[in-house]
Each structure stands twice: as C-alpha cells, then as structure tokens.
C-alpha cells in the first residue's frame, strides 16, 4: 500500500475512534454531570455523524503491523476493566487483563509502568527550581537543592505503605519447594564458581573452583545408609537440602519472617514418615544436608525422544536410576539406550518415575495424537 493512502487511512482511523471515546467519556462517564444512563450506541453514534459501517471499520484497522483486540462490552461497561468469566470465577476476584501480542510491546509495557512518573515528585521539583531563582542562588546551590527535593520526596500509594508495614504480605512465596534438576550432558551444563575469597585459598594446581549442586551433593551422598545410597537423583532431589541458612541469619525489619518453612511444616497434618535419616553428611566435602518434611517439586526438561534418543535416555537413567559416577549409565556399547534396556535396569526407572510422573506415558501419548491431529487439520489450510 502507498504510504500516502496508508497514512491518510490511519489519520481516518484515529479521528473516528476519537470522536466517539470522548463522546464515550462525556456521556457514559458516572462520575461527570453529563452521564446519560439511557443512551444507546445508536445515539453515540449519530451524534457524531459517524455511520456503524465507519465505525465498525475504524476498529477493524490496525495502527501497526501486530493485532489489536477490541473485546465487545455492554454500553453500561465502557468504564470496567478487561475481564473475562472463566478468569473472575477461577480467581475469585477482580482481574485487569491487557492482551499483548509481541514480545517488544510486552517490554514497552513493563517499562512504561515502573517509569511512570510521579506528580508529586515532579511539582516539588518545580516548587524547589522557583525557590532557587527567587533567593537568587547560584547555579550549584540551585542544583543542590533541588537535587534534595528529588532524593527527599516520593510519591507512595496506600498500598505500599500497608505492605511496607505489615510483615508477611509476600510478594511471591512458594510451597512446598520447587527446585530445577539439569539432565543434560555433563559438559552442556552450567555451573557457578565459588567466591573470590573461596578461590584465592586454593592451591594453584586445584581444579574444584566450582559451587557444589544437587548432583555434586548425590554423587558424595553416605554409602553406609541403605535408603539413601539406593536413591536415584529425583528422590534425593525432592528430600534433601542444604540449609544455608544455618551459616548466617538475614532479618529484614520491614519484613520479619515468621511464616518460615519449618513452621508451615510443623502445620502439615500429613504423615512425613519416609524412613529416611533427618541428617547426612556427604562424604567427601563433610557437608550437611537435611530431609525435608514435605518432599520438594521437581523441575526438568524432557527431551524429544524421536529427535535426541541418546539425551533422552541418558535424562531417564540420571533421574530415576540409582547411580554414583555417570560414566555408569553407558551401557556395554557406551550408549545410554543399552543401558536402558538391560536387565532390572527400566524396571528401577519405570517404577521411580511413577513416584514423580504418574500416568506420564498415557498423558506423553495424548499430547503426540493432539499434536499430530492438529497438524493433520491445519494441513489443508496451510496448502
């Protein structure tokens, strides 16, 4: 399209919809005095000498190259935030929903909003600028005060201040735990080094510069204790930990933490009696870790089975098959497949995946027919 067309198009757009949200604002609006519960969008329309058919084309017309969604609402809703039924009833409370559908515009959102400014902010600025130039002061003391009047006043909803003084209004806390397990290749995964500090008091020839993780921390766990050296990675994953916490104590005076793991343990009524020791330490680096009360979430990435059978079955075995070295999950012709399929070997698996995934072949099956079905059907579309 001719950008001139283009652009007188967009220009067309843009007065139509205009004119009929300011005509929406004067006469919809409760608040004002000109509100007109009786008016119909027939009447709105007329009004403005704008037709249906103009109306309903201005909306059909996007300002960009992306889609934009315009949600059909009674005339008595124009003042209530995007909602959606199944949304109210599964929320149970008021919900303010914005489509986007861009990455980009995502990230013009987000910055948009925590950079918004703040009038309050803005007018002390300008107060402490015309008092600078009543007193006469000198270009550094101007900037020195009015430098103080931004770094000294901030505008802060209710809301905040309610939150800042109230401990335990967590933005985001999570239970029982959640924690990520990486089974891929060894050298495709990612490891942190230790500290500075922690790396100056190795000797130059010592090769451990790396944090200890879950899987650094099950390859050490006791040999001497039958329930703990028969786990395979996803079992000792879901109950044992590092309590850091132990070392150090970080108190936030705004936000005590009162609603602690342990205590929300101590208020679970279900039977936590797994058997396992509450203490071990591990045997090579003497660290301690404690059994959970309540077994964490695992999380991890399943590969494609078809694509990458090898990382497949290798992400099988160092999951759910007991293991101290992972040079033992090569099988005699050093591919995890024939690991897999030695004797007892896909029993263990198959009855340890159970625990984390149950039912996960049936419900593997129903995605690939969705998936292929789908493809079956957008097939003729896309020819």
Known sequence: MDDEIKSNILTRRKEILSKVKQRIDDVLNPSKPTYDPHATPIDILNKMDITEQDYQWALSISPDSDHELHLKRPIDSCFINNYFIAGLKGFAANVDLQPVFNHYKCI???????????????????????EAKEANLNVRDGLRKIGAAFLSTREVSAQECVYRCIPELWLRKIFPKTLFVSTDFAENRVRFPKKQQELDELDDDNTDIFKSNIIVCYSDRPKNI????????????????KDYKSDFNEVSDSQPEVLSDDFIESQNIENHNTGLPDRIKLVNSKEIMKCRKIKAVIRYHTP?????PEKYFHHLLMLYFPWRNEQELFGEDQTYISKFYEPDVQEVVQCNKEIFEPDGDAINEALESYETLMAYQLTPMIQ
Request: hydrophobic share 40%; with cysteine.
């Open 108 to 130: 013009t959102y987000v910055c948009s909003y925590f950079t918004k400014d703040e009038t309050e902010c803005s007018q002390a600025i300008i107060n402490a600028a015309k």
């Open 226 to 241: 039958p329930a703990v050296n028969d786990m395979c990675l996803a079992l000792f994953a879901a109950h044992y930990f």
């Open 304 to 308: 494609n089975r078809r694509k990458e």
